[in-house]
């Protein structure tokens, strides 16, 4: 007798036998599904397995395919299953040559955020029978009282609005669905497993972890660089002429410029330069220290750190707003540019948005 046994951790293998009759089946669930970011610069000719555009609206996930004819004249078919609808749209007679962003924008519902490349497979449109069954049911036997009514209904007032009632029902039936019940569901079929089409972005581990990794080193950067103290104390770390807070200051920046144009891999290997980088340059900042200022302005930048501390915990607002502009005003007087400007020191006191690096905003709207 065949038994249902334990399910196995994704990494493990297949369950054999345990004994002579007892074999034991278990269920292996799909690998991790990896899309690959791809440009909104590429062209439709570079479609070679399907993409899936990720938007900013009421349908999110957009699979963009060929159409099963091959191209012909430069021009092909493209098949546009929608998340939120129950059959593909087709778009005939587009160029080859088109850019991917250019055709998102033209035919595609909400604003395009991301494509991805998926693994060699199609789409497959799984549609609920049951619920058709049950809409049609509905709707035949509402029609079905129409005779009924037209036969024993001698008021025509009545008559009409019964007639009117019914038919009502029978179109709500067939055109409206519970919202959590979909007439269809789309699946994506790959030599390695079935994924739903809603979840074709939830499991990008690569991806996640390298984003995970650079998060986490944003976020250890933008604790020192809110603290006006370590700003004083550790400047070869705010110094982008040092040449190991060159390599990280260049390494992050090609994170926020380039990294959703890369691959998975790529994602990865710039992830760790960024750990490595930060990592080497804060070792390099805590070594060096304040040495790194002019001698001239080691004594005074100590002064300011001893302000700003006092600035930053007391809890006297008189006390505190000396301290501030003391402390700033040995910071100007300085003349660093990898020192916080006294409007920076008041920013870091009070809590504002700071620079994330030398020249650059955390984020487009700060600037």
Known sequence: MVCAGPTLPKSGPVGKSRGPTSPILVHVPNPPLDPHPVSFRVTLADMTTPWVVESAGADPLVVLEIAGVAPRGGRTRIRITTLGRADPTFVDDVALDTELGDFTVTHLPGRPLRAFRLPPGHLETRHNLRLGLARAGVALLSLSSLPFILSFMPD?????????????????????????????????????????????????????AATDAVESVKEEYGALLSDVVQRIEMPALFDPAVETTRRFTSAIIQWDDSGPDMDAAERSTLAARVRLTFRAAREHAETVGMNHLPESAREPAARAAKALRLAASTTNAGERDSALRHGTEILDSLMLYYLPRASEADAMITGRPVLALPGRRTRPEDA
């Open 156 to 208: 025509n007032s009545w008559r009409a609005l019964l007639v009117a009632a019914v038919v009502t029902v029978a179109v709500v039936a067939m055109a409206v669905y519970p919202r959590r019940m979909r007439p269809a569901r789309h699946v994506y079929r790959s030599g390695s497993g079935v994924w739903p089409m809603s979840l074709l972005l939830d499991e990008r581990p690569a991806l996640h």
